[in-house]
C-alpha cells in the first residue's frame, strides 16, 4: 500500500505509535542525532525501550545536552551501525551562511550528489568511527524481537541492513529516510531498498520537499 501522508513530525511520530498497538515498544534509533526523535517516541509510549545510535561527536554532545535525565530511559550507544564490526571513516557535514554548524548531513558513506543538490553543504576531513553489525549488537543486547527501527542514516541504508539480516527477519516496522538521487556514493533507491526486503511492505510515505521518508512493515509477523 502506498499511502501518502504528509503531516507534521509529531503527528507522524503519534501515527507510528498507532501502528505499534502496544505500551512497552522496542524502539531503535539508528542516526540519533540529538534524540529528538527519541523524546518524542519516549513522550508518546512511557514505557517503551529506546536505544539510539549515533557516532558523530558534535550530534553526541548534542544528544546528552538535550536528553538530560532520559538518559536512563533512552540508552545511547556512540557507534555507526554497519555492515561490520571495527571502524570506517565517517564523513561529518558543515554548511554555509547561517548553517554554519549544520551536523545533519554527516554520513559513513562518501558524499556524491549532495555536493550539488544542497551545495551549502559542506563535508570536512573524515574521522575515524567505531561501527558495529545490528545482528551482533542486538544478539549481545539480547534483544530478538525489534518493535520500530528508525532510521536517519544518510545513504548507509544497505549497510545497517547487511549487517541486520537474522533480526530484520523479527523487526516489524521500519521507518526510513531515502532518495532516488544517489546523494551519497552507492545510496539505494527506494526500490532498491523494498527489492532487498522482500517480506516488507510499504505502509506510507511522508514526503518533503526533495526526498521522502517511508514506513515499512514486516508482512510475516
Not at 570506517?88 to 549544520?102: I, L, M, Q, T
Not at 541504508?157 to 549487517?163: I, K, L, N, P, T
Not at 505502509?203 to 508482512?219: C, F, H, I, M, S
Request: aromatic share 10%; glycine share 6%.
Amino acid at each position: 500500500m502506498d499511502t501518502r501522508e504528509p503531516g507534521s513530525a509529531l503527528e507522524v511520530h503519534q501515527r507510528i505509535v498507532s501502528f505499534l498497538q502496544k505500551p512497552d515498544p522496542v524502539i531503535l534509533d539508528i542516526g540519533s542525532y540529538d534524540g529528538t526523535d527519541s523524546l518524542r517516541f519516549l513522550q508518546l509510549c512511557p514505557e517503551a525501550h529506546i536505544y539510539c545510535f549515533e557516532p558523530d561527536p558534535r550530534a553526541i554532545a548534542r544528544f546528552k545536552k538535550n536528553i538530560g535525565f532520559n538518559l536512563e530511559k533512552i540508552r545511547l550507544f556512540e557507534v555507526a551501525i554497519s555492515d561490520k564490526n571495527g571502524s570506517v571513516d565517517f564523513h561529518p557535514s558543515n554548511g554555509d551562511r547561517e548553517a554554519k554548524d549544520w551536523a545533519l548531513s554527516g554520513s559513513i558513506r562518501r558524499p556524491k550528489n549532495h555536493l550539488t543538490e544542497y551545495d551549502w553543504v559542506r563535508f570536512d576531513s573524515p574521522i575515524l568511527v567505531e561501527t558495529r553489525r545490528l545482528d551482533d549488537w542486538c544478539a549481545e543486547a539480547k534483544l530478538n524481537k525489534i518493535d520500530l527501527i528508525w532510521m536517519d542514516v544518510q545513504g548507509a541504508e544497505a549497510d545497517v541492513f547487511a549487517g541486520g539480516r537474522q533480526i530484520l527477519n523479527n523487526t516489524r516496522f521500519i521507518y526510513t529516510e531515502y532518495s532516488d538521487k544517489e546523494l551519497y556514493e552507492g545510496q539505494l533507491t527506494l526500490q532498491a531498498m523494498l527489492k532487498l526486503l522482500p517480506s516488507f511492505e510499504m505502509v506510507a510515505q511522508y514526503p518533503r520537499e526533495v526526498e521522502g521518508d517511508v514506513l515499512l512493515r514486516n508482512k510475516s509477523l
